[in-house]
């Protein structure tokens, strides 16, 4: 990016010392996305954020607020001295802060607004996610509280608003990897470097308001099989007796079947329906009105869902492999960080998540493996209508260590041969505090998706950070969603529950095949490669130390060779029983440089006709 046209960002968001506390800060700032390029208090994240729950009154929050970042000790602040873009974090250059947060910082947003007051309404503030403990006043009432930095929450806000003009103020602490606060913070951490990545504070995902009737559809969980079964759960807000709720499904605009029932739950089914799927992502749209006893319209809202079915089949050898409605198929694709040099977590648009997502189709992958991070609820909309499966990980938190006793248990690799992996501390001692916490982070995150097709598989731990409960945990998500695999620790401690073994290695793809603890479990290579290549001019950090696995290659010829014969490694697996790769990585991420694109997005190292071409040769793809 320019130096103009990076100065023309600072210009719109009136901040000219961003390149100063930048720098400051350590960070690359000078890296922004070409979308990022285009970004601005007007058009930052306006599209609608809850793709599977949607309502046409609505009101959205994003843009410039009044900014104070202040001791956690003091009141509210008397002097609001920065501005700041939402939903940008404030680590973020594209918030036009960029500035760490201190250790005893809290971080303080204020914005005022004008909204019109509807007679018998219901108003909800929602925040899609703020990075960790947030406390809400609505026109100086305090409307509610939350802690967990990674997933959607609400507040009914009904009583505080006023006709006209009102004001929002939100007050978040975030301690990130401070040892004895347990939080779930993934790839965050202070000292940024290699496989870690800057924080994220504050807002980091959109701000909007909705308006509903006093009685509401609440939440949805529906159930769509390869039969043409379709199962439509309504959690119901106010006044819940003799309700009705009717469900239509259509497609391209022609309905094809109709339902009502009393309550909350109503089945229906469709005959012969086109199935979803990678290579054909079919979606059916549904509407969903809730009515009164006499008839009365109470709310109306639109959904959609995809037909499939997960499951498992033993091949000719005695192997389980993933089906999906009832066919074998073979799970491909990359590690994903979801991570960007502008936004830090926050995608710069909703067009970049797109072209990011149609690079790795072209490349003929059909997986992606989302890494310690929930993305925005948009992403899995457009995994969803574009065709992926989607292995979702809970975000990873846990401490350091424990009163000077390493926290982390010991580690006995899946890749690796041991006696008895039962053996020793290998999971880690939890309070029951941040257990519970951790517990409501992946009841909410199964909630939130679950009506996403595309997500196939829950993956709890990864390479035993901050692995503990494992069986507990296992049982909970087995029992919790049946619909769907479980992966309990990628790379981590193998503990029998769940459907799958997965094996971590690098830079070349490795599992044991005649571990009997292994048998009637899928066997996937959860994580190899990491091939790096640095890319002139698209290098987030120039002066620091870059982080690939195994030595740089002396050329890009070299770096590409080594790539085809880590896939021809994976190729050779699959034939012997392997069910799924996943290649690090899609993208370089700060000082880590094996990505597939640079961190900018603006350099495909591999382009993706050539990925195609051997992910096919091998067996990966199908052409």
């Known amino acids: 990016m320019s130096t103009k046209n990076l100065w023309l960002i600072l210009a719109a968001l009136s901040l000219t010392s961003v390149l100063v506390k930048a720098a400051d800060a350590g960070q690359g700032a000078g890296m922004v996305t070409r979308w990022g390029e285009q970004v601005n208090a007007d058009n930052a994240w306006q599209e609608y954020p809850r793709p599977q729950l949607r309502r046409e009154q609505w009101h959205n929050l994003n843009g410039l607020w009044d900014l104070a970042v202040i001791d956690r000790k003091s009141a509210e602040p008397n002097n609001w001295d920065q501005k700041i873009l939402v939903p940008f974090s404030v680590e973020s250059p594209l918030s036009g802060i960029s500035e760490r947060v201190g250790d005893l910082s809290a971080i303080w947003y204020r914005r005022h607004f004008e909204y019109a007051l509807q007679a018998g309404k219901r108003h909800l ?21 939350h802690m967990g930095g990674n997933l959607p929450f609400s507040f009914d806000v009904t009583d505080a608003l006023k006709d006209g003009d009102n004001e929002i103020v939100v007050r978040v602490i975030d301690d990130t990897d401070a040892a004895d606060r347990y939080q779930l913070r993934g790839k965050q951490t202070r000292n940024n470097q290699g496989i870690w990545y800057t924080p994220v504070s504050g807002i980091w995902q959109t701000v909007w308001l909705e308006s509903t009737g006093p009685t509401y559809i609440e939440s949805l969980r529906n159930q769509a099989t390869d039969t043409g079964a379709l199962t439509v759960n309504a959690s119901i807000a106010g006044d819940k007796q003799d309700t009705l709720l009717e469900v239509t499904i259509s497609k391209n605009g022609k309905k094809l079947a109709t339902k009502a029932a009393s309550g909350n739950r109503v089945e229906l089914a469709l005959d012969n329906p086109e199935l979803w799927s990678p290579q054909s992502p079919e979606l059916y749209d549904l509407k969903l009105v809730l009515k009164s006893a006499s008839g009365d319209v109470l709310d109306s809202a639109q959904s959609y869902v995809g037909f499939r079915s997960v499951g498992r089949i033993a091949n000719e050898q005695g192997n389980v492999q993933f089906t999906l409605n009832g066919e074998p198929i073979f799970h491909w694709g990359p590690l994903d960080q979801g991570w960007w040099p502008d936004g830090l ?138 619909t769907r695999h479980l992966n309990i620790a990628s790379g981590g401690n193998f503990f029998p529950v769940g459907d799958i073994a997965d094996a971590h290695h690098y830079p070349e793809p490795k599992f044991l095949m005649d571990a009997a603890e292994f048998d009637g479990y899928i066997k996937v290579i959860g994580e190899f490669g990491g091939h790096g290549w640095p890319v002139d001019g698209h290098i987030w950090a120039p002066d620091r130390e870059k982080m690939i696995y195994g030595n740089m290659p002396a050329s890009l010829d070299e770096y590409k060779a080594r790539y085809e014969n880590s896939i021809r490694g994976l190729g050779d697996y699959k034939k012997r029983g392997v069910a799924a790769g996943v290649y690090t990585q899609t993208t370089d991420v700060e000082t880590e440089i094996n990505g597939l694109l640079t961190y900018d997005r603006a350099v495909e190292k591999i382009p993706a006709g050539e990925l195609r071409q051997l992910h096919e040769k091998y067996g990966l793809t199908t052409p």
């Open 125 to 145: 503030l929602h925040f899609e996610a703020v990075d960790y403990a947030t406390k809400v006043w609505v026109n100086d009432a305090f409307v509610g509280a």
């Open 345 to 482: 977590l926050t995608p710069p648009s909703d067009e970049a998540i797109v072209f990011e997502m149609e690079y790795l189709k072209a490349s003929g992958f059909n997986m992606i493996r989302k890494h310690k991070k929930v993305e925005p609820r948009r992403y899995y909309y457009h995994a969803d209508r574009l065709g992926f499966l989607v292995w979702q990980d809970q975000v990873s938190g846990g401490a350091d260590t424990d009163g000077g006793k390493q926290e982390w248990p010991v580690w006995h690799h899946v890749s690796q041969p041991y006696e008895d992996r039962m053996q020793g501390e290998i999971d880690a001692p939890w309070p029951a505090w941040a257990h519970n916490q951790y517990m409501r982070e992946l009841t909410v995150m199964i909630d939130t998706l679950y009506n996403h097709p595309s997500i196939v598989v829950w993956t709890t731990f990864n390479e035993r950070w901050g692995q503990h409960n494992s069986l507990q945990v296992g049982h909970f998500v087995e029992s919790y969603d049946t």
